[in-house]
C-alpha cells in the first residue's frame, strides 16, 4: 500500500513539472514573439523613413548646393539601413540616419527658400511624424525586451530559457551623440 501511495505521489509530481514546465515553454516562445513582432513594428517605420530620404534629398539638392557633406551623409545612412542584415545593424544604421535627418532640418531653417517649399514642408511633416512613431515603438520593445530578459532571468523559467537556448536581447538605446543637443547651425 505504501509503495502505491509513494507512486502515486511521483506520478503527481510528474504530471504537476509536465504541466509547469508546458506553461513555461508556451509563456516563453509568446514573449519572444512578442519581441519579434516588437522589433518588426520598429522596422516598418525605419522602412517608411528610408523610403522618405531620397525625396527629401532631391528637394533640398535642388535649392542648396553648399551642403553636399550633409547630403552625403544622409545617403551614406540610408545604405548602411539597406546593407543592414541584423537588427544590431538596422539600430546602428537608424541612429546614424537620426543624426543625419538633423542636419538636413537644420539646412531648412538656413535657407528660407527651401523651408517655404511645399514640399520640403510636406517630407519634413512626414519625417516628423514617423520620428514620434518610432520613439512611441522604440519604447514598447524596449518593454517587451524587458519583460522577456526579466523572465528568461527568473527561477524556473531560467532552466527552461536555458534548455530553449534563449538569451537576453539589448534594449533600442540611443548613442551618446544622440542625447546631445544637436547644433543648427549651418555653415554657408
Known sequence: M??????AFLGILVVVALFMGVGIYNSLVALSKQVDRSWSNI???LKQRHDEVPQL???VQQYVTHEKNILDKVTEAR????NAKNTDEKVKASNEMTRALGG???IGEAYPELK??????????????LEEQLA???EHFNDTVTTYNTRIAQFPDMFFAG???YHSMELFKVSESDKSMPSLKVKI
Not at 505504501?2 to 507512486?7: D, E, H, I, K
Not at 545604405?79 to 539597406?82: G, W
Not at 514640399?119 to 511624424?129: A, E, K, N, S
Open 2 to 7: 505504501a509503495f502505491l501511495f509513494v507512486f
Open 43 to 45: 522596422d516598418v517605420i
Open 57 to 59: 534629398v532631391e528637394i
Open 79 to 82: 545604405t548602411h539601413y539597406m
Open 104 to 106: 538636413v532640418l537644420a
Open 116 to 129: 517655404s517649399s511645399n514640399h520640403f514642408l510636406q517630407l519634413q511633416g512626414r519625417l516628423t511624424g
Open 136 to 138: 512611441d515603438r522604440r
Open 163 to 165: 534548455l530553449l537556448n
